[in-house]
């Protein structure tokens, strides 16, 4: 069904009643309509990714509009950004590429909510103490009409510098930014501008998000991104990202990733298996994931698996 076997299962669920149901070797593939709960088949249908790629909004249930809308456009995928592209010049824009295109023009037009440039500035130091003062301009060109350039200003040049002419000189382009401080950048200015927005159900991701940043100063960009004020979701290698997170963070917000001896992608609580349960106890959450092979916490999650599957088929019973 799924000829680019990027999905081989969908499973959408709803109290209880299968809104959708796709997949290779389980059958027809079916949907739940919109006015009742009868099923419609998608005999014929082709499709790569979602099946709710190829339904009609009109059509089917209201709790499935509302997740392909929710996807659609409730997302913001940071997966791809590119430290490149962000420290290019760009022209205006309401919204950072999703390969990190158009920085400096975003950041311009978060110049125009008041405080909102000032609020991002100041989370970014909160972050990044030694962070320089930022500027932004805007020239003709024959490509657009006002490019934008992203530049900083750090306080210890002033001495090499005479007078505020001689400062400005000194500005050093956004293209010669470390990685970690325009990801640090991009980052928080987009979590505020949807906090901003009204956008606070809305989710981001974020993928490695230790790439590039100093150590010293993943604390406080975990810590910001902990207490951020929108959902997000983000995948780390990193034992120090675990560490700067609480005991009761940790817990809560810490999942594992695995596949199962089928192959398929699973996921659960990191603290909810028995072995990193009782370490917590003992060790920080950083040092739980350095002390406890993944392989064995795969084998204990898919026990985990199979015997509250095994429960939930006892008690249909």
Same mark, same amino acid.
């Given at each position: 069904?799924?000829?680019?076997?990027?999905?081989?299962? %969908?499973?959408?669920?709803? %109290?209880?009643? /299968?809104?959708?149901?796709?997949?290779?070797?389980?059958?027809?593939?079916?949907?739940? !309509?919109?006015?009742?709960?009868?099923?419609?088949?998608? @005999?014929?249908?082709?499709?790569?990714?979602?099946?709710?790629?190829?339904?009609?909004?009109?059509?089917?249930?209201?709790?499935?509009?509302?997740?392909? @809308? +929710?996807?659609?456009?409730?997302?913001?995928?940071?997966? #791809?950004?590119?430290?490149?592209?962000?420290?290019? /010049?760009?022209?205006?824009?309401?919204?950072?590429?999703?390969?990190?295109?158009?920085?400096?023009?975003?950041?311009?037009? #978060?110049? &125009?909510? =008041?405080?909102?440039?000032? &609020?991002?500035?100041?989370?970014?130091?909160?972050?990044?103490?030694?962070?320089?003062?930022?500027?932004?301009?805007?020239?003709?060109?024959?490509?657009?009409?006002? =490019?934008?350039?992203?530049?900083?200003?750090?306080?210890?040049? &002033? $001495?090499?510098?005479?007078?505020?002419?001689?400062?400005?000189? !000194?500005?050093?382009?956004?293209?010669?930014?470390?990685?970690?401080?325009? &990801?640090? !950048?991009?980052?928080? @200015?987009?979590?505020? +501008?949807?906090?901003? $927005?009204?956008?606070? *159900?809305?989710?981001?991701?974020?993928?490695?998000?230790?790439?590039?940043?100093?150590? %010293?100063?993943?604390?406080?960009?975990?810590?910001?991104?902990?207490?951020?004020?929108?959902?997000?979701?983000?995948?780390?290698?990193? =034992?120090?990202?675990?560490?700067?997170?609480?005991?009761?963070?940790?817990?809560?917000?810490?999942?594992?990733?695995?596949?199962?001896?089928? *192959?398929?992608?699973?996921?659960?609580?990191?603290? /909810?298996?028995?072995?990193?349960?009782?370490?917590?106890?003992? #060790?920080?959450?950083? %040092?739980?994931?350095?002390?406890?092979?993944?392989?064995?916490?795969?084998?204990?999650?898919?026990?985990?698996?199979?015997?509250?599957?095994? $429960?939930?088929?006892? @008690?249909?019973?």
């Amino acid at each position: 069904m799924y000829e680019t076997n990027l999905v081989t299962k %969908e499973r959408v669920v709803s %109290e209880g009643i /299968d809104l959708l149901s796709a997949g290779i070797g389980n059958g027809p593939a079916f949907f739940t !309509l919109r006015e009742n709960l009868t099923h419609q088949s998608m @005999a014929g249908l082709s499709f790569s990714n979602s099946a709710l790629s190829v339904l009609d909004d009109k059509q089917i249930h209201p709790d499935l509009q509302s997740l392909k @809308a +929710y996807f659609a456009n409730g997302v913001s995928n940071f997966e #791809l950004v590119s430290a490149f592209n962000l420290k290019q /010049d760009s022209i205006y824009s309401k919204q950072i590429g999703s390969r990190g295109e158009n920085l400096p023009g975003f950041l311009f037009e #978060l110049k &125009r909510s =008041p405080g909102l440039f000032d &609020r991002v500035y100041t989370r970014v130091q909160e972050c990044f103490p030694s962070a320089p003062s930022l500027g932004l301009r805007h020239f003709p060109s024959e490509q657009s009409d006002l =490019p934008v350039a992203l530049s900083a200003f750090e306080e210890n040049t &002033r $001495q090499l510098a005479k007078g505020p002419k001689g400062f400005a000189q !000194l500005a050093i382009s956004s293209r010669h930014f470390s990685d970690g401080f325009i &990801r640090i !950048l991009a980052t928080i @200015a987009q979590i505020e +501008y949807m906090a901003e $927005q009204g956008k606070t *159900g809305h989710l981001l991701l974020l993928d490695e998000i230790e790439n590039g940043v100093h150590p %010293e100063l993943l604390q406080g960009f975990v810590r910001y991104l902990a207490t951020a004020p929108i959902q997000i979701i983000a995948t780390t290698h990193s =034992p120090m990202i675990l560490n700067y997170l609480t005991d009761k963070q940790a817990k809560e917000s810490v999942i594992l990733l695995y596949r199962n001896s089928e *192959g398929r992608s699973r996921s659960c609580r990191y603290f /909810d298996l028995p072995s990193t349960k009782k370490k917590l106890g003992i #060790l920080g959450p950083g %040092e739980v994931y350095v002390d406890t092979s993944i392989e064995q916490l795969a084998r204990e999650a898919e026990e985990m698996e199979r015997g509250a599957s095994a $429960q939930a088929g006892a @008690a249909t019973q």
